[in-house]
């Protein structure tokens, strides 16, 4: 099952520096339809005005994947962790048992990214964060940025999670072949570009949910940057 959610369909928030749209129900944004994929449960794609940011707040249960698409991201948080994330870099906050954090976008430049909310597979994690920058090195394909699954490499940030985070990119007409493995699914947007996924369309920042898939072929119809979560159905 391939099922497309259009960008102009996603839910809505947008304040004096903050404009966000919610792939699934967030804060003030209730559908019962979208609930999440999976342990897939919060998909944001922020643009956080420059010198603003969210102040400190608490986070429990729950692994937090931001992907900076543009900018910069900085976050502090209270096991005194302190980090900047630039564009096409990640990084990964394990809420587990408790933890505070702020993140700030300090650049001269609106910030854009996504944040990617997963349940962790087991309660009472230690707290923690990491980020890790990767190799630009324009290679075609998906890579693994975050890891949680039981093949996992260790090549990737760990997730408590059986769930990944791919990024990558296509340039138009280009296609890869994406391989589940049992009992998962799937979402991906397309950053930038254009996408077919199995035949089925999707332009800029549509979500479109994999399920009941064992493979998928992704065509790019434009130059493209894809992320990908995959997670436990």
Do not use: C
């Not at 999440?36 to 692994?63: Q, S, T, Y």
């Not at 994947?65 to 005194?80: E, N």
């Not at 394909?141 to 997730?159: F, K, M, N, Q, V």
């Not at 138009?172 to 979402?187: E, N, T, W």
């Amino acid at each position: 099952m391939i099922q497309v959610q259009p960008f102009a369909s996603l839910g809505h928030f947008q304040n004096d520096w903050l404009n966000a749209r919610h792939h699934f129900s967030f804060g003030q944004y209730r559908d019962r339809a979208r609930m999440g994929v999976g342990n897939l449960v919060v998909w944001n794609d922020d643009e956080i005005a420059p010198g603003r940011g969210f102040d400190p707040h608490p986070h429990k249960e729950m692994e937090i994947i931001t992907y900076v698409r543009q900018g910069a991201i900085t976050h502090k948080d209270s096991l005194g962790n302190v980090g900047r994330t630039e564009a096409g870099d990640v990084q990964v906050m394990h809420a587990g048992t408790g933890i505070t954090h702020a993140e700030y976008n300090v650049e001269a430049e609106p910030t854009r990214l996504f944040q990617i909310w997963i349940h962790p597979d087991t309660p009472g994690a230690k707290p923690g964060w990491g980020a890790r920058q990767f190799p630009k090195t324009g290679a075609v394909g998906l890579t693994a940025l975050a890891d949680g699954r039981p093949e996992a490499d260790g090549s990737a940030l760990p997730l408590n999670a059986n769930a990944a985070l791919f990024a990558g990119t296509l340039q138009a007409g280009q296609s890869i072949i994406h391989r589940f493995g049992p009992g998962r699914v799937g979402y991906l947007v397309a950053a930038t570009g254009s996408v077919t996924v199995n035949g089925v369309a999707a332009g800029t920042r549509d979500g479109v949910t994999i399920a009941e898939e064992a493979e998928i072929t992704v065509t790019a119809g434009a130059e493209s940057e894809l992320v990908l979560v995959e997670v436990a159905a």
